[in-house]
Every structure is written in structure tokens, then in C-alpha cells.
């Protein structure tokens, strides 16, 4: 028996754990020859497809120069490149790259940069507003600005105290912005949010003149606004940016997943120069105290370099929304089915709830859905009663349509047995 814990995983219900060999494109093959289609970008991190050969390239040539490289006072050519571009790609403002490598730690930089220029600048804030059904990460910090529930309730004597607002639901987007105008007087330090789509909170799509009314009203107020483009970054939402569509330049964006093309763990956080400005000093306690011991691996920087080399060199955008097309066509075909509610779609994001008399997270739904799906050659996971799809964008069409026929087969299973 193998002595791994894994990640999310309920050990106890003996669920088969398949032990995959190789990937390539949007499959995975194990040692026997079966594959599967990676409907889900292995956890939303791979964009272009596994095994890039532009990214394995590059990966490759890194590991003959430098492999690792103590970051704090030193540096090196792959993250110099890459913040150096990530700095054009970005809207001006954004003038300051921190790496770290994880997007649960790219969120602690954010919250801690927040406060570190409140502190530092002498000013009294500290609490962080955040939207209802948020995801921000698994690490305390990141646990504390999401939604509380089943899985983070044994730790929540450790999570800190925010202030919530409400998710802006179709009809209640003024609700929202009302309540994110009311905490905002209050002078909280920052407001931190998922833009345009909540995804571990069950893919929950809100338009972008609301993220833009959002920002606008944390400008007025002073308030540092946090966008958490983790999940949304490099594509997803059919924009590189989610921010992009609502014309929304944040003070702090916190990036990871497709960062490397989902080839290599890495993450930035993004900054204004005011917020850099404040550790800025002579004064040694102004210094921002945080670091990871493989902070900016230039293995890792190598890779993300390559990602960039690819968005600038590849018809990436004409993928993404031939992609995003072939989501709505397939999407459309199961719009007004009795078995299913909510269909929904954001770029290369589409999403349906299966009509369920016991949902939520811990609805037995989702794991005979999980199983049913692996038999069928299609690797998805479902959120409760939520099924989604979110592919690489090199999924070819013949692949997205096994993906939906798996979908409209398990239509068939009994949904609250
Ligand atoms: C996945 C995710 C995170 C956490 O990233 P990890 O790399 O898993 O730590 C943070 N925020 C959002 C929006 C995410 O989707």
C-alpha cells in the first residue's frame, strides 16, 4: 500500500487512485496505454497543453545553467526576464514583481503587503473585507479571506476575523456594492477578490461592471484592491486577464497556475510602486520580511519565460476563443434540460448544476460522478453538484465532445440515491 496522503482525498472510501505514466496535449496515458482527457488542465493550471515542447525546452535548458539560487540579494536571468515582461504585459501601474511559488503563497505576499504599507506608512488598518464564497487558498492567511465551511471548519479557531460581502448574485449586484461601500468606510486595509468568476466556490460568474464598481469604490475610499487572478489569469476568462474585461487595474494581483503554463510550481504578486514605496528605506524594519526557500527558481522562472515566448508567439488568443465557442455550442445543447440548472459559461469556462435534493459540498453526487467520468476516460471534479469544464486550450474538438457526451451520460445516474 502506498504511504501517501494525498491532497482533498478521503482515503477511507477506497476510491482508485490511477497512477498516470505521461501527458501529452490535454491527455494523460498510464503504463498500460489507457489515457484519459484532462477536462480540468490538471487543476486549472495547464494552459496550452501538457508537455509544451516549447516549455520542456526551455526546462531543459535551464537545468544545464542554474538550478536553484538563494533570492534574497542575489538574482538571475530567467526572473529578471520574466518580471521585466510581466511588467509590459501588465497595465503601467503595476510596477513591482514578488515571487514566491504557490498561489496560496502569492495571496499571503498580497495580504501581507497590504498591511505591510499600512504599518510602514503609519496608518491604522488591518482588516480585509472579501466576497462571500471566496477561494484564496489552502495556507491559514488564504483560508481566512475564503468561505468558511466543511472544509476548513477544524481550523477555524486559527482563522482571523473579515468583513464580508455579499457575492453580487444576478439582482442583488446593487446589495453588494452597497455593503462593499458601507465596509469600505470603515477603513479597512484591503479588499480581496476573485475577478469575474468565484471558482473553487462552485464557478459563480459575476459581470465585469460590477468588478469595475467594486475597484471604483476601494479608489475612493483608499482601500487597496487585491485581485486574485490565481485561477482566472492567462486565459481562462477568454481575456489574459479577467481584470482586462471590466478595464480594472488593481493595486496588488496575485498570479500562479498558468504562470508557467502549468508546467512548474511559481507565483508573483504584482504591485502599485506606493505600495512598494512604503518598505522602501534606509530603515531596515521596513523591510519586507518574507521569503520561501525556492522564491523565483530559476528552473521555474525558465518555464514562465517560455509561457510568455508562447502567448506572443502562438495564435493563443484565436485558441482561447475557438475554445470558448466550442464550450457555448456544447453548453447550448444541454440549456433547457430538466435534469440540469444554472448553465453557465465564461471564456473557456463553462458550467451546470446537476439538480440535486441534497447538494452542497459533501453531496454523495459528486464522487459517483468522479468515478463515473474516470470510467468513461474523461478526468473532471465535480464541485458538490457543480460539474465544470476547463480544458487545456489544445483540446481538439473530437475530445471536448467525448467531455460532453460523458457529461450528458451521467445525466442518467440517479442524482440523490
Ligand atoms: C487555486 C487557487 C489558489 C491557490 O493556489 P495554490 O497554488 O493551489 O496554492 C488561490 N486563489 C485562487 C482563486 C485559486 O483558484
Redesign the pocket.
Known sequence: MSPIWHPFTQHGLGEPIPLIDRAEGARLYDAQGNSWIDAISSW?VTTHGHAHPRIMAAIREQTEKLDQLIFAGWTHEPAEALAAELVRITPDPLTRVFFSD????S?EVALKMALGYWFNIGEARSRILVMEHS????TIG?MSVGERGVYNRAWQPLLFDVGTIPFPAEGREQVALDALEAACAEKPAAFIV?PLIL??GGMLIYPAWVLAEMRAICARHGVLFIA?E??TGWGRTGTRFACDQAGVIPDIV?L??GLTGGAMPL?VTLCIEPVFEAHYSTDRAKTFYHSSSYTANPIACAAAVANLVIWRDEPVQARIDALAEAQAAHLSLLTGDARIANPRRLGTIAALDVRVRDGGYLSTLAPRLIAFYREQGVLLRPLGNSIYVMPPYCIAPDELAQVWNAIAASLDLDPSP
Open positions: 486549472w504557490s498561489g496560496s503563497t495571496v477561494y484564496h487558498g489552502d488564504a476573485e471558482g473553487a486574485d490565481v485561477m496575485c500562479s497556475k507565483a
